[in-house]
């Protein structure tokens, strides 16, 4: 708990510093659009289960609305919605014509409040986000790849305990910005979930049980105001 507190408030401090250090804009710059591509996810467990890893898990699809709003030329506040899957894939037997996948799908809504740091020149740019974000389980999905296997009956398949959730998310992309058609922009994000789903330090759960994964975006943003 003291080790995500400590996450959270360095995030907080580096945006800050981030934000004295930069000179302001003229007018501020005020974006809207949207984003949407696949995600790969996996679940932290302690113990371990045994599951596939997340470059072999099922890639699920994910978007959102994005709002990004820009008082200083390399730091801007960015908040989204999103919709977004994390979950998991088990792995039981030991022999490949035998194995019997489990996979969990947990359905969120999610809310980032990233800082925005873009480099480069001005047409074709580089930019890191990082920042925290919150989100709620709205569905939940399970399946067996082989129903006629003898399914197990494990504490991970039962219903999560904590549907809010919530944690950090550090993003690495690009965008070109053009003079009348907007900015089009690639992302490869890492997430990470400090909240966990299932409840933690009783002896009948997970010591940890955190959603972690990796996505991949194609995105659109209007810029509304202009600086001439």
Avoid at 168 to 196: D, I, P
């Amino acid at each position: 708990m003291i080790i995500r507190r400590y996450i959270l408030f360095a995030i907080l401090i580096l945006a800050g510093t981030v934000l004295m250090a930069q000179p302001r804009l003229d007018k501020p710059e005020i974006f809207l659009g949207v984003h949407g591509g696949v995600k790969a996810s996996t679940m932290l467990f302690s113990p371990s289960v045994k599951q596939l890893d997340i470059l072999h898990s099922s890639l699920t699809p994910n978007g959102g609305c994005v709002f990004r709003y820009a008082e200083h030329k390399v730091c801007a506040l960015q908040v989204e919605c999103n919709y977004m899957q994390n979950g998991w894939a088990e792995v039981y037997g030991t022999e490949a014509s035998n194995q019997t996948i489990y996979t969990r799908k947990l359905h969120y809504i999610q809310v980032p409040f990233l800082m925005h740091l873009g480099f480069g020149r001005k047409g074709f740019r580089g930019f890191f986000n990082l920042g925290p974000q919150i989100g709620f389980c709205v569905a939940d999905q399970s399946y067996w790849s082989n129903t006629n296997a003898l399914q197990q009956n494990q504490l991970q398949h039962q219903p999560i305990d904590n549907k809010f959730d919530w944690g950090a998310a550090a993003g690495l992309g690009c965008y070109y910005k053009s003079q009348k058609a907007g900015v089009f922009q690639l992302e490869a994000r890492f997430h990470f979930s400090l909240g966990g789903a299932f409840d933690v330090g009783q002896l009948e759960h997970f010591k940890m049980a955190n959603p972690m994964g990796i996505s991949l975006n194609l995105g659109y943003l209007w810029e509304f105001k202009k600086n001439k």
